[in-house]
């Protein structure tokens, strides 16, 4: 215990006090100010963008097709600088397409004329305009498709077609290089007459 005299003067006093409240602060006498280190922060891990979501939405599945229509242009591009649909851009399409759309989609790539694409070409874009049926496992939207990056003069759309995608899980063993980020792929893609979309039921049935 320190013991402060009768006899010593209030003023001396207080300058002790003061020069014993510094040291307990962290100052060591003369020298400098100590400072602790931050505490760390919590690392967080970025949410998946194509986990399937409780609600299925448009803004959700126009992020699927978008992630679809990248691995596709990848297929394009690799088909337009080779000159045929090699086991490349045939890998490519196997990733985003189940069958027996696959087929179509291989075939259809095989008979394009590379003539009519730009070099390189870009990637279509296919928007989501309504979703007709949400499910965990099937999607089916009413969508459309610009492919004024892909084609040097893409014909018009005629104003009484539609074009409906169906999505399901992609299939076992189709993506063997893990291009698809996306857990779907397109299982049937139609051109169809203003009002004969497909139904859920159809496209949909378990």
């Not at 963008?49 to 126009?62: C, G, L, Q, R, T």
Request: with cysteine.
């Amino acid at each position: 215990m320190i013991c402060i005299g009768a006899g010593i003067p209030r003023s001396l006093v207080l300058v002790a006090v003061l020069a014993l409240s510094a040291g307990c602060n962290g100052k060591a006498d003369g020298g400098p100010e100590t400072t602790l280190p931050p505490l760390p922060t919590a690392s967080t891990t970025p949410a998946d963008p194509y986990a399937v979501p409780a609600v299925i939405d448009e803004a959700y599945v126009n992020r699927v097709l978008a992630a679809l229509d990248q691995v596709r242009g990848d297929a394009v591009r690799r088909f337009v600088a080779v000159g045929q649909v090699d086991a490349e851009a045939g890998i490519a399409l196997r990733s985003i397409y189940n069958d027996p759309q696959y087929v179509q989609e291989l075939e259809g790539l095989g008979k394009t004329d590379r003539s009519r694409l730009k070099t390189p070409p870009g990637n279509r874009r296919t928007t989501a305009t309504r979703v007709l049926q949400g499910q965990q496992t099937c999607i089916l939207a009413e969508v459309l498709i610009d492919f004024s990056e892909v084609a040097l003069a893409p014909p018009p759309r005629p104003a009484d077609e539609v074009t409906s995608v169906t999505l399901r899980p992609t299939q076992p063993g189709a993506d063997i290089r893990s291009l698809n980020p996306t857990p779907w792929s397109t299982s049937n893609a139609d051109v169809l007459k203003q009002g004969a979309l497909p139904s859920p039921e159809d496209q949909c049935a378990a």
